[in-house]
């Protein structure tokens, strides 16, 4: 049992708006990009991996986002598709703007980078005219990606779901994705950022991904607990910060909060392990979990995603996630990630 | 008295963001713009003309603006500087931007129109490095001008500032001045005004420019009380609504409202009425006259305004104020605007 | 007899390219912009006013040029036709381009300058679609102002503009008309005017604005002769090289030169003077005067201009220029603008 | 022997400026980009093709053009380096634009398409100040690719290194390379194609290519022959006509007239041939060979790279061309592209 009362009457459990890009990751590991010769194409984009880990778990999964009127546009529409994602909401757009890319690379067991393609982005290209309140209105919860604010008309047409869901009392999940491409300034960053999360129920993201709303108000030196308080004075029940491998916190608006670390895994990349993380935790208040019951679902599932070659195509299904943690119970004991 | 509780304690009685333009206005009156031969030049743009009433009604003023690098810019901070407006935060811009101009036509008696040159319009290039803390700070007023939110960066920059005056217990007063371009859509319009609108504690504007944020959330027939009940469910405490030539009704928090009509006067143009207004009504709640007699005299301002030749030259001093009122009251009797 | 031979068959003596602006004059003499109170609006821009000098002169005159969908638009279209000249290809822009404003400044006898609004200038919003082949055959010349060369699509739609005068016998007059705003670089002048000056029968400019196209080939030493003789070994039959004050020379293809001084006049401001010059040239061009006499006769029209309060509506007419060049030989005796 | 009198003291046999790019050709023949899993990365863009053809037949060959200031931009330079191309003057740009990528699709054995990727593409950020007279000065010839004139300031760029090629006795070949995407109507591209067309020695396209610049001169039934000719009033001493499989005919300023037809080979995909062609024509017109001998060894290195994976890394030597023009004569009589 947890604290957000998803309304359980609605059609889908999460709507997710933002970008549906493009991976070309690398085929040859341990090399640079200048090196690689041959790259697997993959669907990527934080917010697509999020949709697509909720529908890998069963999950009624829709998604708001503009895709390119070319090839890479039609094969995330197919992807989507075959995943069982809605894609009634998702406009082909024909203003000659692209599908994002992301070349992955893979330098060595601790160093890797990306090379993104993000001029013209399509997924920015959303509109107000493509929100539509009705859709919105038949999900127990919403996905804002913090991306998806970095440019107009993307900016307010996320601005805009967020207003539709509030006003129905759709959950607004904001995860911050911060990336640093896009975004003009820092300021600029800080203050989309506030307005999404004033408005959320819950905020997940990096303590340093919180700090473009702290540095807004100029609160640089609060401590986590402080900072997540600061957003239950809004609208917020549950503020989640992440530590990278440290593991990540839950603070709850009734003033609990719960750790988990993460799972000790072989390690083959640091992409796509936030957005497993996500699908699962959200996997898990969906089904009215505990809150770390929940947590270490969503552990689990960035811990199986950071060893495979894809963000997305890897994603789990909740019977395999499970059979993860048992193993791992079982190597490790019951505690493994909770102290 | 009033329900607005100003920190008495700050050094600026307000500070107004948003443009300071030109207005070359027609010296022939009652003829088209192609057969006008000459104009007069004024300071002008909404929150410029408010900041000059207030000056000229004696309160410390300040300004957030952002000025052409040419003669025009150098006009508007002059003529600040001599009306005793503080120019300390009206940076010169050299990107190029210019001074936005408005030529006015008056056509007949009861038809005016304007024609506007805001292209890369400098008060549109306001960003976040010119917005001040510690100036904000010391004011115990900000008034945003809705037109500051038409465009990146001004968007932003007035967004910054109202988050720094919510932080340090400076009063919101968001002047919507809706016009019409700048903006890209009516949606556009009515996101970024809601997110000023959420957190001003006083609200001024026309039925129609709230209309803007109504259609938003899709509620378009609610009464104009409903209205200003939906903003005292954040952060208002006061919202005006105006009618023009019916008059208008200040809604307060606590439930009251109140009416004031216009004064009779020979009218020779539309503009500058609603700068008038503002100016001298906020004048009226700074001194924490009753709402009634801050509406009075706010309508007073703007019939003396519209009955003159410019929109800031023209702005009235208080006893110029006062006296027009005792000589309407003599000639209509003491309830004239009253009911 | 001169060396350019028009085809007389052709219904316009002179179609002119580029843009129809508005100028806005100082009403108050020697003081700064910043000081003045009121202006003057005229029709501006240098092929606006030397197609108004053709007309003036009495010679069919046409008009390449977008003009706004506003008053100002209006303006220029209607004085336009009642001075008799043909705005057939004169379209309408419904882009939100602005009709460019000149304000101007006469500080004193000796110092004047000016402000310029030519941010999103409806002139170089002229297209390709707008250039009608068929309109330019019937000119006998096909006048190209400089700046119509500044940006894109006007440079393009000026570019084959010339490809159709060219191809049908209609001579090109490049009229240099060097203005810095709108050009990005020095070196993107002289590509394009270079462009343009290879196909012209006759370049008209200061000996500074022929040194744009002289440093893309970084040839900057070289003497007003050698200057001229490199465009002869293009397409110029005719190149005039003005020297302000000192007066100008007409360089020929078969290696004449002549020389023009100016009229003995109170110059009030130095704008204007050179579109003047241009109209009564190429009217004594038209007329199959010698070179020379054109030159007199323009360099007395350029005098009048400079001493009167407007760049077009001062266009004299022939008998006007005939009898201030008459009163001036009188007065200075029969050479005084020839040695 | 041939017509082109290119001066043999020069340094560098050919500077070609324009696009490299990066391209991504899809591992899995006979398939839909959607399907496609795997792509295997090559430097692409028709001048680095043709530069690296030229290198590899053992040319001293530079190139002017910008890369990214990212990995793709790194792998551009040091394969260039590798290939022995001077790398001097392509500056790294710092503007966040990005290397073109063009995906390839071959659907069947006669279908196949491409997903370019040029949105703010580094190639077109080539500006005059990274065309330096020195440089170009010191080669024998300059290859331009008509895509460099697509956007600004890369046409301006162009337009300036040709100008100072004719300046410096440097041949100027114009290798039209249409691509659709970044211009912005047939206007454009035939009135700026035209600028350069009239300043080449040497013009190279299919058809429809030289049909650009007929269409803006209203010239649509010409033969090609009298195509040809129109390039021969300008500067031109050779016109090379291509019509694809049918092969492609060279026009001298002389009037003489040479065809060529393609050799019998197994194609695998319709790209890159036209870059083979280019380099192995010019390398025999600067050896001085005769045209027709030129123009068979075009034919033969195009027909050897339609049957390879990628259009820059399988350019052939000179030996391999020769041998493979053996062995086809071998097999299909010594006229076989002859006649």
Not at 80 to 101: C, R, Y
Not at 107 to 117: A, C, N, P, Q, V
């Amino acid at each position: 049992m947890n604290n957000i009362n998803f309304d359980q009457n609605k059609k889908y459990d999460l709507i997710a708006l933002g970008r549906a890009a493009v991976d070309l990751n690398a085929n040859e590991l341990y090399t640079t990009l200048e090196e690689t010769e041959t790259f697997t194409k993959y669907v990527g984009g934080s917010p697509a991996n999020v949709a697509i880990g909720m529908a890998r778990l069963n999950k009624e999964t829709g998604f708001i986002g503009r895709v390119a009127d070319d090839q890479f546009g039609n094969y995330v529409l197919q992807y989507f598709e075959n995943e069982g994602i809605d894609i009634s909401n998702m406009p082909v757009d024909s203003s000659g703007a692209k599908t994002g890319l992301t070349f992955t690379e893979i330098k060595s067991k601790t160093e890797s980078s990306i090379l993104m393609y993000r001029n013209e982005a399509v997924d920015l290209k959303l509109c107000t005219d493509d929100i539509n309140e009705d859709y919105i209105k038949n999900s127990k919860a919403l996905l804002i990606s913090g991306t998806a604010l970095s440019a107009e008309p993307s900016r307010q047409a996320a601005l805009l779901a967020v207003e539709y869901a509030v006003k129905n009392n759709v959950k607004v999940i904001f995860d911050i994705d911060y990336r640093p491409y896009s975004w003009k300034s820092e300021a600029e960053t800080g203050i989309y950022y506030t307005k999404v999360a004033e408005k959320s129920d819950i905020i997940i993201g990096s303590r340093s991904e919180f700090n473009y709303m702290e540095k807004i108000i100029k609160e640089e030196d609060r401590t986590d607990k402080e900072v997540a308080e600061h957003w239950f004075s809004f609208n917020s029940k549950l503020v989640v910060i992440k530590h990278g491998k440290e593991g990540s916190t839950a603070y709850t608006l009734e003033g609990e909060s719960y750790d988990v670390k993460i799972f000790p895994v072989e390690m083959i990349k640091s992409f796509g392990g936030g957005d497993a993380y996500a699908s699962a935790f959200i996997y898990g208040l969906l089904e009215d979990w505990d809150i770390l019951d929940a947590l270490e679902f969503g552990s689990a599932s960035a811990s199986m995603l950071v060893s495979a070659h894809s963000c997305s195509d890897a994603m789990p299904t909740a019977d395999e996630i499970k059979e993860f943690i048992e193993e791992k119970k079982k190597e490790y004991g019951e505690r493994v990630v909770r102290d």
